[in-house]
């Protein structure tokens, strides 16, 4: 018989009546029993984004062959294919505008897939995503700032600009937050705040400036869109995503913990405001990165982890790689929409996804009973 002060048999936190071995107790559920099918899913979904890369890279006015496509990315590459040589025009379209977009699609919609499903388990809230930080609408002051009063135009750039907007958004939030505390209900009215302030900044600038035709632009960036992808854009928005998406994957027992209260965090031994902190810098920086390559692009992190945690189940160690992989197909087919609904003229990504977005939640909304 275990004495008072030897630790009993685990609780698993999904079926409190089901008491596990100690071995057993760091394995999530899902993957005790069906561990094999969700490696299986997770190589589907692996491959059906690499099919989505390919074929979305082909996809727009001037057509690519999957030769000349494959032929140009193993020339670039370094690696020797048997063929023609690729036209250079052709394989500057590929390599420098085609590939670089896909990419950055799929990066931007993984950063702000993982960053809702780690703010919808921190802050309890099913309507939590990146936007509601007030990161989105920072870096759209950021940007407009730069646009119309050409502060830093040299130096930083539209992108610039908007990234020095998100992180001076996130710095009030952090600010702001550091003499409330960091409980849920704080953090959501707290950045609720932020991004009505940044909001009505970026309105007043754009007012102000009276140029129909840089409100027209601003207003264009503001919707999100993959036009001006680049490479420098697509290896930090690489970095930043695989780091950020690192840490928050190894405090996926933390995130469980949260999704049941801090109490219960906090009684499985986690460090509440330490991790709380760490998590809200990580899809902060995250966010701000993604909004300052692509602009503002909502409902990809609302939606996305919802969808995924009805196919896989709630267990962070398992939803948050696979929300990386949804968002990223998710974001690549809706950008290759924009390209050809109404091509030749290109629709703001942004338009699509809420498009999609709005019934999809109203879905889940319905499915939880909540509508």
């Given at each position: 018989m275990a004495g008072a002060d030897e630790p009993g048999p685990a609780v698993d936190l999904l079926e409190p009546g089901v008491r596990v071995t100690d071995t057993e107790a760091h394995v999530p559920p899902s993957v005790r029993r069906g561990g094999v099918r969700t490696v299986v899913l997770f190589a589907g979904g692996c491959a059906v984004l690499l099919v989505s890369l390919a074929v979305s890279v082909r996809i727009g006015t001037a057509q690519v062959g999957y030769g000349?496509?494959?032929?140009?990315?193993?020339?670039?590459?370094?690696?020797?294919?048997?063929?023609?040589?690729v036209p250079r025009l052709l394989d500057s379209l590929v390599w420098d505008l085609r590939v670089p977009r896909v990419l950055l699609a799929a990066l931007v919609g993984a950063a702000l897939s993982v960053c809702g499903a780690v703010l919808q388990a921190v802050t309890r809230n099913a309507l939590a995503d990146?936007?509601?930080?007030?990161?989105?609408?920072?870096?759209?002051?950021?940007?407009?700032?730069?646009?119309?009063?050409?502060?830093?135009?040299?130096?930083?750039?539209?992108?610039?600009?908007?990234?020095?907007?998100?992180?001076?958004?996130?710095?009030?939030?952090?600010?702001?937050?550091?003499?409330?505390?960091?409980?849920?209900?704080?953090?959501?009215?707290?950045?609720?705040?932020?991004?009505?302030?940044?909001?009505?900044?970026?309105?007043?600038?754009?007012?102000?400036?009276?140029?129909?035709?840089?409100?027209?632009?601003?207003?264009?960036?503001?919707?999100?869109?993959?036009?001006?992808?680049?490479?420098?854009?697509?290896?930090?928005?690489?970095?930043?995503?695989?780091?950020g998406g690192a840490v928050v994957w190894a405090c996926s027992g933390s995130l469980d913990g949260f999704s049941f209260g801090a109490d219960t965090a906090s009684s499985l031994g986690v460090d509440v405001r330490a991790t709380r902190w760490v998590l809200l810098v990580v899809t902060s920086l995250m966010a701000?990165?993604?909004?300052?390559?692509?602009?503002?692009?909502?409902?990809?992190?609302?939606?996305?982890?919802?969808?995924?945690?009805?196919?896989?189940?709630?267990?962070?160690?398992?939803?948050?790689?696979?929300?990386?992989?949804?968002?990223?197909v998710f974001l690549v087919w809706t950008d290759a929409l924009s390209r050809v609904a109404f091509a030749p003229q290109e629709v703001p990504v942004g338009v699509f996804t809420a498009l999609i977005g709005v019934p999809l939640f109203l879905l889940v909304l319905r499915r939880r009973g909540e509508l």
């Open positions: 000349d496509l494959a032929r140009s990315v193993a020339a670039r590459l370094g690696i020797g294919v048997e063929g023609p040589p990146p936007y509601l930080l007030g990161v989105s609408s920072g870096a759209s002051a950021g940007a407009a700032v730069v646009v119309v009063l050409g502060f830093g135009a040299q130096a930083l750039g539209v992108t610039g600009g908007a990234f020095v907007g998100a992180l001076v958004s996130f710095g009030l939030l952090m600010l702001l937050l550091r003499r409330s505390g960091l409980d849920s209900v704080r953090i959501v009215l707290t950045g609720v705040v932020v991004a009505q302030l940044f909001a009505a900044l970026t309105s007043l600038v754009l007012m102000a400036s009276g140029d129909a035709d840089v409100i027209r632009a601003v207003t264009q960036w503001l919707l999100g869109s993959m036009a001006s992808a680049r490479w420098d854009a697509v290896l930090v928005c690489a970095s930043v995503t695989a780091v701000a990165v993604a909004v300052a390559a692509v602009g503002a692009i909502g409902f990809v992190g609302l939606i996305v982890p919802h969808v995924v945690r009805f196919l896989v189940g709630p267990l962070h160690r398992v939803l948050l790689p696979f929300s990386a992989v949804a968002g990223a």
